[in-house]
């Protein structure tokens, strides 16, 4: 299974686009990219998914390079409410779909 | 109504009980995921199903067993509760289907609210 990196915590202001890049330089031919939004005391909500090049959305982009070694989920202008974890995860495919979640990245949005 | 429901929504127990954690889901969906979620953690994977005859473990299954009873209910239970079991448990639904545009498959998956057990 791929293993993903991504920064532990990130800090914006209302209005500005975020960028969360995650690294996953195992990634197999079969996996996608799949980002997860997670609340306090909720469970994960999905955002985006993608195989390669870019994929959009109405609540994110999601650029995919080439080589599909690393990925970024752009969050256009941002809110008080995009205050969440944000997990990058590597799908495991074969038909079976289990995610493997890492600790995510804690984006927090400031007036 | 939420598609994906799980009770209790909070339990408190001792060391030694046994604890059963509930999961009912309406989407329809074939697979259903126990998770757990430790403190400023990502999720972990204790187990999963992708229909009622099938039961597979997860990364963290030792201390817990699960029931399918239905293709709408998956049950997690706790045989014998310790403190280290203490965290927050989500159960997640998915769809299995085949891979088009010579794409792998791959279905999203959706959770419940999550169960906070405290084991003293």
């Known amino acids: 299974l791929a293993k993903t990196t991504q920064p532990i915590s990130m800090d914006s202001y209302e209005g500005q686009e975020v960028n969360i890049t995650c690294s996953h330089n195992?990634?197999?031919?079969?996996?996608?990219i799949t980002w997860y939004q997670q609340f306090p005391s909720q469970g994960p909500r999905f955002i985006i998914q993608g195989y390669k090049t870019k994929v959009t959305n109405e609540v994110a982009s999601l650029f995919i390079p080439a080589d599909r070694k690393s990925s970024t989920l752009s969050l256009p202008r941002v809110s008080l409410s995009d205050t969440a974890v944000y997990y990058c995860l590597v799908g495991d495919t074969g038909g079976y779909n289990k995610l493997i979640f890492g600790a995510g990245t804690r984006l927090a949005v400031h007036p | 109504d939420a598609d994906v429901t799980q009770t209790p929504r909070n339990r408190i127990t001792k060391t030694g009980k046994r604890i059963m954690l509930e999961c009912s889901q309406t989407k329809g969906h074939d697979r259903m995921y126990w998770y757990r979620q430790d403190p400023g953690l990502g999720l972990r994977l204790i187990y999963y199903s992708f229909d009622v005859k099938d039961i597979n473990k997860g990364e963290i299954s030792d201390g817990y067993s699960v029931s399918r009873q239905a293709q709408a209910k998956f049950s997690l239970s706790l045989e014998s509760a310790i403190p280290n079991q203490t965290a927050l448990y989500f159960c997640?639904?998915?769809?299995?289907?085949?891979?088009?545009?010579?794409?792998?498959?791959?279905?999203?998956?959706?959770f419940g609210p999550g169960t906070r057990l405290t084991v003293l």
């Open positions: 195992n990634i197999a031919t079969n996996d996608y």
């Open positions: 997640a639904t998915s769809r299995a289907s085949r891979g088009t545009g010579g794409k792998p498959p791959y279905n999203e998956q959706f």
